[in-house]
């Protein structure tokens, strides 16, 4: 997917969600006293769970939409290309898929790759690991790459895929995205929020490439 992105800056409608979220207290408020009147305590009490579950679903669900703030561009002739690699990729065919950009001008890179790790280490907050493999990752495609490229940098970025492009986006002044993934059928619920949101609400040029 590529093309040219209408604006470049966006940010969420903060005057907006405050007021959605006064009014979504109010009801609750009201409703738990409806609730324990009316059907009981117990009756209350399930009522007002699936109204806060509904509640968090609902927060978590907008706080994945909307424009994704990024940093400044420079003003220069250089093309800055924030190439997020989000899947097991073989760095040799990376490398050569990237140097198959098109582009007549001089070209940086800054690789991130998500510090991914598995549940139970994410449950016992130990995302070493995770930040280990990606740090080894970064290192095997910034050597692929070698010399292609005017200047070539990596990252490790958030163990939630979105949080670690979204991070990314917001600190280098990238001109476009290049999205390393898996094919649409083997993405995992992760990399499934990460992609949507990069072809959805990154308001720069995206580039898609898959080099399983």
């Known amino acids: 997917m590529s093309g040219a992105p209408p604006t470049r800056h966006g940010q969420p ?43 968090f679903w609902t927060a ?40 198959g950009l098109d582009e007549p001008r001089s070209r940086d890179l800054r690789i991130v790759v998500p510090a991914r790790t598995d549940q139970l280490h994410r449950i016992a907050s130990d995302l070493e690991p995770g930040r280990a493999a990606a740090r080894e990752r970064v290192e095997e495609i910034v ?10 940098a990596g990252d490790v970025g958030d163990a939630d ?30 990399q499934r929020v990460a992609t949507e949101r990069a072809e959805r609400d990154v308001p720069l040029r995206v580039h898609e490439l898959s080099c399983e």
Do not use: H, K
Request: no cysteine.
């Open 161 to 190: 895929d979105r949080l670690a492009l979204e991070d990314a986006l917001r600190t280098y002044p990238a001109d476009e995205l290049v999205l390393v993934n898996a094919a649409a059928g083997r993405r995992d619920a992760l």
């Open 60 to 99: 978590l669900r907008w706080d994945r939409r909307g424009p994704v703030e990024v940093a400044d561009a420079l003003p220069d002739d250089v093309v800055r290309t924030l190439v997020f690699v989000d899947v097991e990729a073989d760095p040799a065919a990376l490398a050569q898929r990237l140097d």
């Open 13 to 55: 409608d903060n005057e907006r969600i405050g007021v959605t979220v006064i009014v979504v207290v109010v009801l609750l408020v009201v409703g738990t006293a409806a609730a324990f009147v009316y059907i009981g305590n117990v009756a209350g009490f399930i009522l007002i769970a699936i109204a806060v579950a509904l509640v």
């Open 143 to 152: 050597a692929a790459i070698g010399d292609r490229f005017g200047t070539v």
